[in-house]
């Protein structure tokens, strides 16, 4: 069936530093892939998205890779901040509208 | 502009009474959504609204209904609540069938 994976739930990283949170998904007809930070107590908020003709897409110091060789993605956020904090979600367009990973929770180490 | 507005945020029932989760977006976006969010897991989707007049089961219908009351509003009523209906509910809305999702804050629900 279709399921969005995360590698890591945890991931730490010294302010200033890149971080990059990776994100495997099962479902290889998908054709649409977005990734949401969501801030404690508060629902998600869109990132950056991705189509599945391209490999590479850069917003404001994120960056996202789609490999759909290997059916994954990762989110590089360049400097890490400290109000980068937050857990990450990656999502994939399935059957039941996006699919959601678990989550992966970003610290950032003053 | 507020954007997607969900109340109440916190509710405590007891096993087998009812509740409806108001949401509203002021977006005049056409599809709406329900997720779950359970610890450790993603966002399951509930029950989702492409447009004005219709409604679709997601993945985890059972023990939920909805109401897609105008373009605005999209309900979600549980008849006779379940402790394994404590979560976090999430209403969503998008312009389309696909694009962002946009998030309202949540709605903390504990059954005891």
């Known amino acids: 069936g279709e399921s969005v994976g995360l590698h890591l739930p945890t991931l730490s990283v010294q302010e200033g530093d890149n971080s990059i949170i990776n994100c495997a998904y099962s479902?290889?007809?998908?054709?649409?892939f977005i990734w949401y930070k969501q801030e404690s107590g508060k629902g998600p908020q869109f990132i950056i998205d991705i189509r599945s003709n391209m490999d590479k897409r850069q917003g404001q110091r994120v960056t996202v890779l789609l490999n759909k060789t290997v059916k994954h993605l990762s989110l590089q956020i360049a400097a890490t901040q400290p109000g980068d904090s937050a857990v990450y979600f990656c999502?994939?367009?399935?059957?039941?509208?996006?699919?959601f990973g678990t989550g992966t929770r970003l610290k950032v180490l003053a | 502009n507020a954007g997607v507005t969900q109340t109440p945020k916190f509710q405590v029932l007891k096993t087998g009474q009812s509740m409806t989760l108001q949401c509203a977006q002021d977006m005049n976006h056409n599809s709406m959504y329900w997720y779950r969010q359970d610890p450790g897991m993603g966002l399951r989707l509930i029950y989702y609204s492409a447009s004005e007049g219709t409604t679709d089961k997601g993945e985890v219908p059972n023990g939920y209904n909805v109401s897609r009351l105008n373009k605005r509003e999209f309900s979600l009523r549980l008849e006779s609540a379940a402790p394994s209906q404590t979560s976090v509910y999430f209403c969503a809305s998008s312009e389309g069938y696909t694009g962002e999702l946009f998030f309202g804050e949540g709605s903390r629900l504990t059954v005891l």
């Open positions: 999502a994939e367009m399935g059957t039941y509208k996006y699919i």
């Open positions: 479902n290889s007809a998908s054709d649409y």
